[in-house]
């Protein structure tokens, strides 16, 4: 779990039993500013927490007792970006991160999302799970980073999630649109053509009943088929 109320931020592990929490680390700091989102590998064994504010991801080896030991120094998203949400592969070889990025300059600040995935050390039993940018594969430059719609004043990526397959991403914007991306058994993510017009995107808020700013279902919808697929 991770805990914001401090800066800098931390994360604190518990054991369930039944209905009961008993805990095991207790706020283990960060270092970093904004701690927020959490993700744990399929297997239990590790966990990734987005510092929004530093700009930087943490990750933290998860023990036998469910303790918490950290992996290495936060690993940095860039100076403009905003880690907003954190997932992994259902393989766990991959770490996928939503960024919001702030870009250009001159009168108005322009914002998109972008969506970036990171390489879990994950070959053998002791593999630590650090994480690193996909390698170029032979014949094959891979991308690992690619924003998720064109530049505009207060557009913002508000959630995403990966299809059971990990083969593609669904993230959410603050205007409505559902942008849907591919991923490669390598790390890469390419932005997917849904239209024959060349767009990469649906509008979720052109459906009966929707209005502007209803984004909860939006989120809803987007996991529902995630969790469907």
Same mark, same amino acid.
């Given at each position: 779990?991770?805990?914001? &109320?401090? &800066?800098?931020?931390?994360?604190?592990?518990?054991? $369930?039993?039944?209905?009961?929490?008993?805990?095991?680390?207790?706020?283990?700091?960060?270092?970093?500013?904004?701690?927020?989102?959490?993700?744990?590998?399929?297997?239990?064994?590790?966990?990734?927490?987005?510092?929004?504010?530093?700009?930087?991801?943490?990750?933290?080896? #998860?023990?036998?007792?469910?303790?918490? /030991?950290?992996?290495?120094?936060?690993?940095?998203?860039?100076?403009? /970006?905003?880690?907003?949400?954190?997932?992994?592969?259902?393989?766990?070889?991959?770490?996928?991160?939503?960024?919001?990025?702030?870009?250009?300059?001159?009168?108005? /600040?322009?914002?998109? +999302?972008?969506?970036?995935?990171?390489?879990?050390?994950?070959?053998?039993?002791?593999?630590? +799970?650090?994480?690193?940018?996909?390698?170029?594969?032979?014949?094959?430059?891979?991308?690992?980073?690619?924003?998720?719609?064109?530049?505009?004043?207060?557009?913002?990526? /508000?959630?995403?999630?990966?299809?059971?397959?990990?083969?593609?991403?669904?993230?959410?914007?603050?205007?409505?649109?559902?942008?849907?991306?591919?991923?490669?058994?390598?790390?890469?993510?390419? $932005?997917?053509?849904?239209?024959?017009? +060349?767009?990469?995107? #649906?509008?979720?808020?052109?459906?009966?009943?929707?209005?502007?700013?209803?984004?909860?279902?939006?989120?809803? #919808? #987007?996991?529902?088929?995630?969790?469907?697929?």
């Amino acid at each position: 779990m991770s805990e914001t &109320n401090a &800066n800098p931020g931390s994360a604190s592990s518990y054991r $369930l039993a039944g209905a009961a929490l008993t805990p095991v680390t207790r706020a283990l700091s960060t270092g970093q500013a904004s701690t927020c989102w959490a993700a744990v590998t399929p297997d239990g064994r590790r966990a990734y927490l987005t510092n929004t504010a530093a700009h930087t991801i943490s990750a933290y080896a #998860i023990g036998p007792d469910a303790s918490l /030991t950290p992996i290495g120094g936060p690993i940095p998203t860039g100076d403009a /970006t905003a880690p907003t949400d954190v997932t992994t592969s259902p393989d766990g070889a991959f770490l996928y991160v939503l960024t919001n990025v702030a870009v250009g300059g001159g009168m108005q /600040t322009l914002t998109t +999302g972008v969506i970036s995935s990171f390489k879990a050390d994950v070959q053998t039993p002791s593999s630590t +799970g650090a994480l690193s940018p996909p390698s170029n594969q032979p014949g094959q430059q891979i991308t690992a980073s690619i924003q998720l719609a064109t530049p505009a004043p207060g557009l913002l990526a /508000t959630s995403f999630c990966i299809d059971p397959n990990n083969k593609f991403a669904y993230c959410t914007l603050s205007d409505g649109r559902v942008v849907v991306v591919d991923l490669n058994n390598n790390g890469g993510v390419a $932005l997917l053509q849904q239209k024959s017009n +060349g767009q990469n995107f #649906i509008n979720a808020l052109s459906a009966p009943n929707r209005s502007p700013g209803d984004l909860s279902r939006t989120t809803e #919808i #987007i996991d529902e088929h995630c969790a469907n697929t």
